[in-house]
């Protein structure tokens, strides 16, 4: 699990249903005798904590790593040290890393599937996952996506999880537009070839069902591609005014309040933010019994 | 005879119609009403008539390119003094400058600026936002809280933008904004003097800035122009190369161009004289740019003309060339300067002139620049027969450094008239006193 660029429909759906099948209840113990291999070289609460719960609460041993406690802060290259943990006996290696691409490199080196937990500004496919899963349980299952208007808010540009979630909006037959200067956007052509909007106003104008709102990094709050927190909230943010057409809220975590989402919409009922993070560790179970093996499919 | 009066209606007589947009071009009759051109033929009459015999009717010139000076300057020109030198230069609409003091690049000033050019300004004027803060070339403008506030586009203008990635993500930013960008190109790693790097600046031992110092800056907006997709404006060209740059990226970028009428008339000769006069940014180049030009915007490659006006008071100009600020006034002599040397010395047609004063940049600001019926009644009656002398005495603006001071023109702007009302009436003294 590397990417959601060219994971089909019903991939997504088999991964989406075993995840209803943990949260249930009815794969209590998949992962017994598994060990996961937690190796997080960047800052992460929710994803790690939720990839932790999800592979404890399945019967796997869990091994954590973060940059600080291992080799490598001694220098001790990638590559290395994802090797080390393969012939240690790791049954998944879950990878967030600063670089894009991070993930797949330490593929080509081990014989355990490596898990994308974040790489840079490449993918971070579970996250997309649990935000089809949150966003079907509240639209009333995966088909329930099917023609809904998805408007992707923010920095696309630099955004890990827009290169995750808006092939997974695809494929879940939603229309997807993205709402963003031309500042945060990648060039027009070739890349998401979406129709570009000019503001959250306008997304709802367009008919959006769910506004994904992407977390604007601190360091692009500076001048150089926005010219200040003021004008981005104002044209870019949601406030309460935009919640009155019924449009459902989502945010991959962390907020910045009053920045992408106003401290009152955070935790407001079109808010599917908390059931975004919810629906982690089932999803993350998902990924790491098929990816494991442990569970070949949702029949079994 | 026309000042005071608010006509409703007005019949403009046997004035020789010259429109380039339209393609008219004839002895016909113009009826105003109501603000707008309301008919053109022959016999038309009224309860007001002016006759215009021996007069050009043109379409209202548009200049892109005006500083001003207010806030902060007024001793030099303010919006009253400004708007009466651009009519009486035959301007109906100008873009005013950003860089004054302070400079325009927060949403309050352009709202105070918008309501006092409603109430000062005799012709429109739209105001230009600076692309970035302070024009200091790091942190980009609120563009889109600039625009609601009713900038009309964004500008570097007077220093450029040195770093290309600001200037990139500038445009990039603009174009999400809606908003066209004005770029002054300029690179001040190579714009280190403050004239031509030529012969002239030699023999006299002022420091020169190179050609290339605005070469390769036009370059590098035309590159970013069509690679943002920004709606971009390069204004006063003043090289040869800059012009065949332009020209190069003419179906590559939604660019457009302009050039001065000093650049279009003046060379470094000037310098010669070590008058603080003729300091001017970008400086007056050698005789074959000045003579590159010509062709260049009889052939389009350059849009159209715009003066850069840039009033500055006596002290800032009576000093060494290395000293005085540069700058030169350009509304009330641009219309004259262009037709005694490049129409009647036979470089340019007088109906391309009119489209690089009034129909090229009309479109541009996308108002004016037309005598189809039914446009606003924005005009300018010309007597090409006449010829003046340009003196501080005959300027209308704040200031008087004109570097056609004592130059005999031939060709004067006699009326101008905007939203169908004169704002400069020179007919009287053309025709003596009618009732």
Known sequence: MLTLEGIGREDIREILDLARAFAEGRLRGALEG??????????????????????????????????KGSAIAKGESLIDTVVTLDRLGADAIVLRHRAAGAAALAARHTSAPVINAGDGCGQHPTQALLDLYALGEALGGFDGLQDRRVAVVGDVLHSRVARSVIPGFLQAGMEVALVAPRTLLPPDEGVFDL????????????????????????????????????????????????????????HPGPVNRGVEISGDVVLDASSLIPDQVAAGVCVRSAVLALSTGAVQSVAA | MLRGGYPAELVIRHAHVLDPATGLDGILDVRLS??????????????????????????????????WRTPGREDEEDIESGSAAAAAGGFTCVVMMPN??????????????????????????????????????????????????????????????????????????????????????????????????GVAASLAGIPGSPASAEDAATATALILAAETGARVHITHVSTALSAALVGFFRD??????????????????????????????????????????????????????????????????????????????????????????????????????????????????????????????????VDLAEEWTVGSATLVSRSSNSPYLGKTLKGRVVGTIVGGEPVHDRTGAKFGARA
Request: proline fraction near 5%.
């Open chain 1, 195 to 250: 129709p570009v909007l000019a503001s959250v106003d306008e997304a709802l104008e367009w008919g959006a069902d769910v506004l994904y709102m992407l977390r604007l990094q601190r360091e692009r709050m500076t001048g150089a591609r926005i010219p200040s927190v003021a004008e981005y909230a104002r044209f870019y943010g949601v406030s309460r005014r935009h919640l009155e057409g019924g449009a459902l809220i989502m």
């Open chain 1, 34 to 67: 598994k060990t996961v291999c937690l190796a997080f070289f960047e800052a992460s609460t929710r994803t790690a904590v939720s990839f932790e719960l999800a592979a404890r609460r399945s019967g796997a041993h869990v091994i954590s790593l973060s940059e």
């Open chain 2, 252 to 381: 590559r970028a939604e660019i457009t161009a302009d050039t001065t009428p000093h650049h279009l008339t003046l060379t470094e000769d000037l310098v010669s004289t070590l008058d603080g006069l003729y300091r001017v940014n970008p400086p007056l180049r050698p005789e074959h740019d000045r003579a590159g030009l010509g062709p260049a915007l009889r052939d389009r490659v350059l849009d159209f003309v715009a003066t850069d006006h840039a009033p500055h008071a006596p002290e800032e100009k009576e000093l060494p060339i290395e000293e005085a600020a540069p700058g030169f006034l350009g509304h009330e002599t641009a219309f004259a300067a262009l037709y005694t040397e490049l129409v009647l010395g036979g470089a340019l047609s007088l109906k391309r002139l009119v489209e690089a004063m009034g129909s090229g940049p009309g479109r541009w600001v996308g108002t004016g620049g037309t005598l189809a019926v039914g446009a606003p009644a924005e005009l300018t009656l």
């Open chain 2, 100 to 197: 004054t003091d302070p400079i325009v690049d927060r949403p309050v000033v352009v709202s105070g600026l918008v309501r006092r050019v409603e109430r000062e300004s005799r012709v429109r004027a739209r105001v230009a936002a600076a692309l970035h803060v302070g024009l200091a070339g790091e942190r980009l403008t609120e563009m889109r809280l600039l625009k609601q506030a009713g900038a009309f586009c964004v500008s570097d203008d007077g220093l450029g933008t040195a770093s290309a990635g600001v200037l990139r993500n500038g445009m990039l930013y603009a174009r999400s904004a809606g908003l066209p960008v004005i770029l002054h190109c300029e690179d001040h790693t190579l714009a280190t003097g403050v004239v031509h790097d």
């Open chain 2, 34 to 67: 109501s603000g707008r051109v309301a008919e053109i033929g022959e016999d038309l009459r009224g309860p007001r008539t002016l006759d215009a015999d021996g007069l050009h009717l043109f379409p209202g010139f548009v200049d892109v390119h005006a500083h």
